[in-house]
């Protein structure tokens, strides 16, 4: 790619303006130069006029002007929504409520994560007995004074002794892990640095950890910017400095390889999963630890299809897998007959989608998704159905953790206004029994969740959840809230949020499409919203859009659609698809910028899924959809609020920079488009409670003005 030579940014306040439909006041935007930069992607000569704005805000003193700019006049806009103090008061008395997860055994004791309500970080308990009373083992509230170091990853040894958690400052995907004493409750001097993407896995005598890490960044690259490569298989043991850490496994021939390492429950295997992207195609390669001088051996030579290790019984390894079975199956791998043939089917795929297996208990436990509802099944490890778990409706359930010796099991169950229940499952006699309740200040029987199917523009059947009060009168006046996402097999199933609550008690639909490029029918769902196919995502929700329109739920001017990270992307992909079709939009930490994201960071495990602009058929489809080089001058755009955080070392914040930039200079029409950039946060992972309440209370009075909704001075209907 040939670049013109550009001059250093400098912008001015004012100059470009907008009025606001909703009191006609008039916004002065920051006028941000544009460059005259160009890039020659096969043949095609493409406008880049914000490339400046891709630079570290930590390092751009022009970068940092034009942020602190942008941020003035959005928060001067939001702060004149009189709603907005409501709104924050309403969703802080929701908010408060105990949370907790469900607990871990471990060593005989039970390990739990508890939020007082309003607590920046939740807290690590431990209790003897599962009713028993509590103790605290780590409090990232204490960490720092506001509450963005938080707690990013937990792994106990066998034993019960030591505990291995990360920590990550700032939103940050960088990690450092530490060790704890559990007897003794004092932590070591052990630190694991330059980690990423990566748990740790215990060896059965609890002497040390597994782990995979990347070379410490150069300084000039820049550790929030710069591109991870190399990443390595080590092994740490407790008591030594990182400086003598084993090198387990490395490719320095394939630099772009990324590696998972786990010990299987008995503790004579080492499992590890080699991936190249996102895709659920991985190599497999395992060590027998009870061999000190073994080496790995490859089980898996290709990154042709999923294989998710499951557990093991003896030299039989179970994965789930969908080699010709799109929609999912668990087989067994005897490691004294590893060959292909010799593999052996457990569980058939069946109509429904399989997500995960876990071996509890004795017992294989399968979650599969019905229509994006959870559904779990329970089996011998011989492959033969035990029994069903019932679940009290249209929801999503999660857990079933434990060993192969437990004869007990948690999960929680939850939907969009169903507030999460704890329950302590019996492996033997299959019966749940609710263990705790959250206890959110709001009545769910006022309220009612569905589903509906409608058609995408290919004829797909694409399912939708819609959660509102009930008696909703079907008038087209009703303000409405279409979320998505639609990318890398990640499902959108129904799970309680009070930020859902919030909306419903001020009125509005809430309705969630589940979108091709997720995994709710396996595998083909998936891959028909990708690379070239990606325009099927953004259909079936601009789809979605006009159904609950053409059904008189709501009507444009109060339409608004939401997502974020890859349904940011889904959110400016529409925007400017259809301008015309939504009253309001919510773009997300997106990903704006088609043609560089594998330039950055996390971002060349994408091209999995979006395909490459360094390829020329991928670049046609790319930059057909691409939604900062899809803003067009002169068009009237919907009230956007784009948000964003400095430290988002995910989906770095350039992209939503120049998005931003690019739909201020191109909006014709009177609606505001705004960006709110946080500081001290990242890519949405460890964020303190107070940041969460702040950024939702502005993103709901934004809606709240752009959508004429009209509310009490509490932030209800």
């Not at 043939?341 to 509890?360: C, F, G, H, Y």
């Not at 797909?460 to 008696?471: D, L």
């Not at 099927?536 to 859009?545: E, G």
């Not at 752009?706 to 509490?714: P, Y």
Request: some cysteine; aromatic content about 12%; glycine content about 8%.
């Amino acid at each position: 790619m040939v670049c013109r030579v550009w001059f250093a940014p400098v912008f001015v306040l004012a100059g470009i303006t907008a009025v606001s439909a909703a009191d006609d006041a008039k916004i002065s935007y920051p006028q941000t130069t544009r460059m005259e930069h160009f890039d020659d992607y096969h043949g095609v000569k493409v406008a880049d006029p914000y490339r400046w704005l891709e630079e570290d805000v930590r390092k751009s003193k022009e970068v940092a002007a034009w942020v602190k700019a942008e941020n003035e006049v959005t928060f001067e806009y939001l702060k004149s929504i009189p709603e907005r103090d409501g709104i924050r008061k309403r969703l802080t008395e929701l908010w408060n409520y105990e949370r907790y997860t469900a607990p871990h055994k471990v060593a005989g004791k039970y390990y739990f994560s508890k939020n007082n309500g309003l607590q920046n970080q939740s807290v690590l308990y431990v209790a003897d007995t599962p009713d028993g009373p509590p103790r605290v083992v780590l409090d990232p509230n204490t960490w720092s004074k506001d509450g963005t170091v938080a707690l990013a990853g937990a792994a106990f040894s066998d034993d019960g002794k030591y505990l291995a958690y990360s920590v990550a400052e700032a939103g940050s995907d960088w990690q450092t892990w530490r060790v704890l004493n559990l007897t003794t409750g004092k932590p070591l001097d052990d630190q694991v640095k330059w980690v990423k993407y990566s748990s740790a896995s215990w060896t059965l005598d609890g002497k040390g950890f597994f782990y995979s890490r990347y070379d410490e960044p150069k300084q000039d690259a820049g550790q929030f910017h710069s591109l991870t490569f190399n990443q390595k298989v080590y092994y740490h043991r407790v008591g030594t400095p990182q400086a003598d850490d084993v090198l387990v496994h490395q490719r320095p021939d394939h630099p772009d390889w990324g590696f998972s390492a786990g010990v299987t429950e008995d503790g004579r295997y080492l499992i590890i999963t080699t991936h190249v992207g996102t895709a659920h195609k991985y190599r497999i390669a395992y060590k027998d630890l009870a061999e000190p001088y073994g080496t790995l051996v490859d089980l898996v030579d290709n990154f042709e299809n999923e294989y998710s290790f499951a557990g093991n019984d003896g030299p039989a390894l179970y994965f789930k897998t969908d080699l010709d079975a799109p929609r999912g199956r668990l087989i067994a791998i005897d490691l004294r007959k590893p060959k292909k043939a010799d593999w052996k089917e457990i569980i058939p795929q069946s109509r429904e989608a399989l997500t995960s297996v876990n071996l509890v208990g004795n017992l294989l436990v399968a979650d599969y998704l019905k229509d994006a509802k959870t559904q779990v099944k329970m089996y011998n490890l011989d492959g033969a159905f035990v029994r069903e778990v019932e679940f009290p409706g249209i929801g999503t359930a999660g857990g079933f953790a434990g060993k192969r010796t437990d004869t007990e099991t948690f999960y929680s169950f939850s939907s969009y206004a169903t507030p999460p229940t704890l329950y302590r499952y019996d492996m033997l006699g299959g019966k749940s029994t609710i263990f705790r309740r959250a206890n959110v200040k709001f009545d769910p029987e006022q309220y009612e969740v569905k589903q509906v199917f409608y058609s995408s523009k290919d004829g797909t059947r694409v399912p939708m959840f819609i959660t509102h009060r009930k008696g909703l009168k079907l008038d087209s006046s009703n303000p409405t809230l279409l979320y998505g996402y639609g990318g890398f097999a990640i499902p959108m199933t129904p799970r309680f949020s009070v930020a859902y609550v919030s909306w419903l008690e001020m009125g509005g639909v809430f309705a969630v499409a589940n979108l091709r490029g997720g995994s709710e029918y396996g595998e083909e769902w998936h891959q028909g919203g990708t690379k070239l196919h990606k325009q099927n995502v953004f259909d079936d929700f601009i789809a979605a859009a006009e159904w609950l329109i053409g059904n008189q739920y709501t009507s444009t001017p109060k339409l608004a659609i939401q997502g974020g990270s890859n349904g940011g992307l889904l959110v400016g992909a529409c925007m400017t698809q259809r301008p015309d079709l939504f009253g309001a939009c919510l773009p997300a930490v997106g990903v704006m910028d088609m043609l560089r994201f594998h330039k950055f960071t996390a971002g060349r495990f994408w091209t999995d899924d979006y395909g490459s602009a360094d390829r020329p058929d991928e670049f046609k489809a790319i930059y057909a959809y691409s939604p900062y080089h899809n803003l067009k001058e002169g068009v009237s755009y919907p009230a956007t609020l784009v948000t964003t955080a400095d430290t988002d070392d995910r989906v770095v914040p350039g992209h939503s920079f120049k998005f931003a930039a690019q739909l201020q200079h191109c909006q014709a029409g009177a609606a505001p488009v705004l960006i709110r950039i946080e500081t001290r946060a990242g890519h949405g992972a460890g964020k303190p409670t107070a940041k969460m309440i702040e950024e939702l209370a502005d993103e709901y009075a934004f809606l709240v003005k752009n959508l004429h909704m009209k509310l009490a001075a509490n932030g209800r209907l």
